[in-house]
């Protein structure tokens, strides 16, 4: 897919941080633009903020843990365009680090529902349209490297619901190259430094009915500054990732119909092969000293 023109994109979790800045980016790219996100107001700051120069796009509020609400997404979607080209999973959260045995069931719960059940719903209400239409088109799946790579034990909840929007996208593409589909399907990974982003803050969005009936740790979760403000202490200075940056390189990845969407890719064959050798050496390929 070369062209965004008049193409229509759709970003899930798209009022704020790496998807607003990919709905920005295809605003920028004059496509037809549909961002869909549980925070209401938000949403509808975004669309005004992005729809200021004259571009195209729209909100629609959508929890992307119910299949009905994506279904909505897609019927709205399809009412208004006619059309789906550029399908993006990105809405994500994530919850403190703690040992698995001190997480609750409501932690797993709301995790997998947004980040991997969410990520289903997507598919299975806009691609069956998308192939119908006999358009080209493309799905791409926000996973992370913690979790597709290289995991965080501490993040096990996070990094384990990553692990699964891979292989699930994995499974995607093979089969839609299997049945000769005008379709494909990519991994994207944020990266090039640290991300400042709401999945620092995503607690704000837990519904009611999975909070957890104990409270966290101290120390178990941190806000973004927070932990810049502790790098910093411990002598170190990250990288941070500009999002806008990203954003462009994600649509040149998906000009060029690129598998995994990764600033620095080629950095996690390493990572990978490392990984590989302790796990057929019957080795856990995470440090025990993980703390």
């Known amino acids: 897919m070369k062209d965004f023109e008049n193409r229509v994109a759709v970003v899930t979790g798209g009022a704020g941080g790496i998807g607003k800045a990919l709905a920005k980016a295809f605003v920028a790219a004059n496509a037809k633009v549909v961002i869909a996100d549980v925070e209401k107001d938000t949403l509808a700051a975004t ?5 200021a120069g004259g571009g195209e796009i729209s909100g629609v509020a959508v929890d992307v843990r119910d299949p ?21 999973n990105n809405a994500g959260v994530s919850v403190a680090n703690l040992n698995v045995w001190e997480t609750e069931p409501s932690d797993w719960q709301w995790v997998y529902g947004v980040n991997v059940q969410g990520v289903v719903h997507g598919i299975q209400a806009f691609v069956p349209r998308m192939l119908a239409s ?24 996070y990094a384990s619901s990553k692990a699964a929007v891979s292989i699930l996208t994995e499974c995607l593409a093979a089969q839609l190259a299997g049945e000769e589909t005008k ?14 982003t709401g999945i620092w803050t995503t607690k704000r969005n837990r519904p009611a009915e999975l ?3 104990q409270e966290v740790p101290a120390g178990s979760e941190t806000t973004f500054e927070e932990f810049m403000e502790g790098m910093k202490q411990a002598g170190m200075e990250l990288p ?9 390189f994600a649509l040149e990845g998906i000009r060029k119909g690129e598998f995994v969407i990764m600033i ?14 302790k796990l057929a050496a019957g080795e856990c ?4 000293g993980w703390h």
């Open 211 to 213: 909070a957890r009936k």
């Open 68 to 88: 009905a609400s994506v279904t909505a997404l897609a019927d709205e979607v399809y009412d208004r365009h006619g059309a789906c080209h550029v399908l993006i």
């Open 183 to 196: 379709l494909g399907a990519a991994i994207f990974y944020p990266s090039g430094g640290l991300l400042k």
């Open 134 to 157: 006999g358009e080209e088109g493309f799905v791409v799946n926000t996973s992370s490297g913690d979790g597709g790579i290289s995991p965080l034990a501490g993040q096990n909840v």
């Open 240 to 248: 941070v990732q500009d999002l806008d940056e990203l954003a462009e």
């Open 264 to 277: 620095g890719r080629e950095q996690m064959e390493a990572q990978l092969v490392e990984r590989a050798k």
């Open 285 to 288: 390929p995470i440090s025990a």
């Open 47 to 51: 669309c005004k903020e992005l729809g």
